[in-house]
């Protein structure tokens, strides 16, 4: 059975950081791509990365590219969204998910939806206060 759990969330300043960690189960991680969307309270779901994790490459998005950072454990099959210099516009509800590893990822990224994304994980709060 397939599972997402996303971990790491908490309270920051700006100027901050925080490690979000997707911990997946069910298949390994380099199987898929996995991608982080965020979404905040009466905002709609944007996307934020995606990971191609077999090749270990990532793609951003134009908000958060040269903040935010992926990288991935193989031997923990988790993979994490390093976010340094957050800012209050930073603050959601960030969910992880798993698509087949089309170029139709960075499309979803860009322009949202949820495009082949179909595994998600229950999410974890980031509060950036100013």
């Known amino acids: 059975q397939v599972q997402l759990v996303e971990s790491g969330g908490g309270s920051v300043q700006a100027g901050g950081s925080l490690r979000l960690s997707c911990a997946v189960f069910?298949?390994?991680?380099?199987?898929?791509?996995l991608g982080w969307f965020r979404q905040a309270p009466g905002k709609e779901r944007e996307g934020v990365a995606a990971f191609y994790t077999g090749v270990g490459s990532a793609y951003y998005a134009a908000s958060v590219k040269g903040r935010f950072t992926m990288s991935k454990d193989n031997a923990k099959n988790t993979v994490f969204l390093q976010m340094d210099s957050l800012k209050p516009e930073d603050t959601a509800i960030y969910y992880c998910?798993?698509?087949?590893?089309?170029?139709?990822?960075?499309?979803?990224?860009?322009?949202?939806?949820?495009?082949?994304?179909?595994?998600w994980g229950q999410g974890t709060q980031v509060t950036v206060s100013s």
């Open positions: 998910a798993r698509s087949p590893c089309t170029d139709a990822i960075k499309l979803t990224i860009d322009h949202g939806g949820t495009g082949y994304f179909g595994y």
């Open positions: 069910g298949y390994t991680i380099d199987r898929f791509c």
